[in-house]
């Protein structure tokens, strides 16, 4: 049925396919619509992580090597849905570290500076992380971000970035680019970034391109091998429920990831595991994304992340929840407009290519930080950004039509 149709939470929640993942969750008292920063608790993933205490207690070192879910690869366990999320191929992907750390270990390999091309191309309102990150590996080389670091900003007056203004900035410093580092969902909009056209426009100058899937994995479809991504870095206690600080992950395109030139740091889980125990001091990398590891898998948040992409698996995958997600989408976006218009706005992009699960909110008169207080107040659990945003995400594994009205009967009963 369409929207047209389903005109009631109501009927639209009797009649969602994916309605009873939401006994799948454990949900704060309330509703909770803060998916896009930290992902709500799948049950299963007590079990998981209750499975490994055990296995540690009773098992001890030996956990390493024994059974199915020996320590030794644990991370393997994950290796195949989380090519399926990100439309990879397995040999592509891997668990490991957080974000961040990531990122500097990928941008070790991929940017790669010399006279002419040392330029980084990211956006102005990057998260801080992501910037801090590059102004260090700027300043790592002997560079200096001022010269080495060229930002991209939305137009004077407008919210969102538009692609035609990245497009053009990377032909504009095309001859001097060494890497673009752009976000797959803008974390403060919500844009959706036109990935493939970007990684387009970056190989067309010669520059390697990379994403920060923090926001994206996830929340929407990706296709990364074929769109031909250079590297690309994720967080997983967002939209894939790892956790608070859960286990991070790393893409690198096949074309580069047995290529033995490439300067990487080195540590011994990125060695061939069939001689890693031996305990020799000659690095014989794997030939996959798992030569960028450096140390042993963090085996509890690995365990409770797979209870969340388990979930995926049992849906369909990526393309059954952006299913949802769209209709979901769509209904906030109509009662936020039959209700609130001219009292709240939405900066998030209208067409649905450019936008993911969540929505950027701003109060009309204001006094945002008031109604945001409101919302906790009241048990609506979303997020404050500055300077003037509530980030709201009805997220299709676990929240309700239902939980999208009560979010706008608060907001009608508190926005002046």
Not at 42 to 69: S, Y
Not at 167 to 192: K, S
Not at 389 to 397: D, G, K, M
């Amino acid at each position: 049925m369409s929207l047209g149709t389903l005109l009631t939470a109501a009927e639209l929640d009797a009649a969602d396919p994916l309605a009873d993942l939401r006994h799948e969750f454990e949900l704060p008292d309330g509703t909770y619509l803060i998916g896009n920063s930290l992902g709500a608790l799948p049950r299963a993933a007590r079990d998981h992580v209750n499975v490994e205490l055990d296995r540690w207690a009773t098992l001890g070192g030996e956990g390493h090597f024994t059974g199915d879910l020996a320590w030794k690869g644990y991370h393997d366990l994950l290796t195949r849905q989380l090519a399926d999320i990100t439309g990879a191929r397995p040999d592509e992907v891997v668990a490991m570290n957080s974000l961040t750390v990531n990122l500097h270990l990928l941008l070790v390999s991929f940017y790669r500076p010399t006279a002419d091309r040392h330029k980084i191309l990211i956006e102005d309102h990057a998260f801080p992380s992501d910037h801090f990150a590059v102004e260090s590996q700027i300043r790592q080389r002997g560079l200096d971000p001022e010269t080495s670091l060229v930002t991209v900003s939305p137009r004077e007056g407008e919210e969102v970035l538009r692609p035609e203004d990245l497009l053009a900035a990377i032909a504009e410093h095309g001859d001097e680019l060494a890497v673009v580092l752009l976000p797959g969902v803008q974390y403060y909009t919500g844009q959706v970034l036109p990935m493939a056209d970007i990684v387009a426009a970056g190989h067309e100058v010669g520059a390697l391109v990379g994403f920060d899937l923090a926001h994206a994995i996830g929340n929407i479809e990706l296709e990364l091998h074929d769109w031909g991504v250079d590297f690309a870095v994720w967080c997983s206690y967002k939209y894939l429920n790892g956790g608070p600080g859960g286990v991070g992950g790393a893409f690198v395109h096949h074309d580069h990831v047995d290529d033995q030139d490439l300067p990487k740091f080195l540590g011994w889980w990125g060695t061939d595991p069939a001689t890693r125990f031996e305990m020799a001091t000659r690095f014989v990398p794997i030939p996959t994304v798992e030569s960028w590891q450096l140390s042993n898998a963090p085996v509890l948040p690995m365990a409770a992340l797979r209870a969340s992409l388990d979930l995926v698996d049992r849906v369909g995958g990526m393309a059954a929840l952006r299913a949802k997600a769209e209709r979901q989408i769509d209904y906030l976006d109509r009662r936020l407009t039959e209700t609130l218009a001219g009292r709240v706005e939405n900066v998030t992009p209208k067409a649905l290519a450019e936008r993911g699960c969540q929505h950027a909110l701003r109060v009309v008169a204001g006094d945002g930080q008031r109604v945001f207080r409101a919302l906790q107040e009241e048990h609506v659990f979303c997020d404050w950004r500055e300077p003037d945003v509530i980030r709201v995400a009805p997220v299709p594994l676990y929240n309700s039509f239902a939980d999208i009205d009560r979010l706008v009967d608060v907001l009608d009963q508190t926005v002046s």
